[in-house]
């Protein structure tokens, strides 16, 4: 008579080395199925969890791939959006890693630009194993920690390069006002009104002063 083996997902993910939302994602998707213990615990049967480990490292699992995001603000920063690239492929290729890279134009206020909604989608179908940035908020500026919270959700590792900036709060602070500014100049600048267009250019220089300092 077999004895068939119940595992905790603890269990389960240290024998198989994979990530607790991959298991989750097996489960989600109906791959495998959770008993509960009388306290409500998820056991598994290991001799299946087994079984679909292997499928999954010959079929999609070791499809999943290292990502590069680079972003700049507008079309005259092209040189920035090359250089983070270049460090990015640097980088990357010093691990190791088989990597893509994703370029992206837009605010770090915008949600809507072309390459995050392209890298969130591949996270959220667990087809990124590793996103890799230059600096946090090249991300987003704003919101970057929602991000890394779904990567940790589906298993995606995030480096970022220059993690400890020595930015001061001065320029940090500059930088904020000129992604605002950046979201708001199109629709100023269309306007009549003289003073809002010269208003907004005042900032501009100031935050740019900031800056340069």
């Known amino acids: 008579m077999s004895i068939i083996a119940k595992v905790s997902m603890k269990e ?18 109906g791959k495998v199925v959770a008993d509960r213990t009388p306290g409500g615990h998820r056991r ?90 230059t600096h946090k908020d090249r991300l987003l500026r704003f919101g970057a920690e929602l991000v890394f919270s779904l990567c940790e959700q589906f298993g995606t590792e995030v480096v970022i390069i220059n993690a400890k900036g020595d930015s001061t709060y001065e320029e940090d602070l500059a930088s904020d006002v000129l992604e605002i500014i950046t979201v708001f100049s199109a629709r100023l600048y269309g306007s009549r009104s003289h003073k809002n267009r010269k208003a907004m250019q005042a900032l501009k220089d100031a935050a740019e002063e900031i800056q340069n300092a």
């Not at 389960?12 to 998707?29: F, K, Q, V």
């Open 44 to 133: 598994y049967d290991l001799q299946t969890l087994m079984a679909l480990a292997g499928k999954q490292n010959d079929e999609s699992e070791l499809s999943r791939v290292t990502v590069g995001y680079a972003r700049v603000s507008s079309h005259d920063q092209k040189d920035d959006l090359e250089r983070q690239c270049q460090v990015l492929e640097l980088f990357c290729a010093t691990k190791g890693w088989p990597f893509e890279l994703i370029r992206d134009l837009g605010s770090g206020m915008n949600y809507d630009k072309r390459g995050l909604k392209q890298l969130l989608k591949r996270i959220c179908t667990g087809q990124v194993d590793r996103l890799v940035l």
């Open 12 to 29: 389960a993910c240290a024998m198989l080395g994979i990530h607790p939302a991959t298991l989750r994602r097996w489960e989600a998707s």
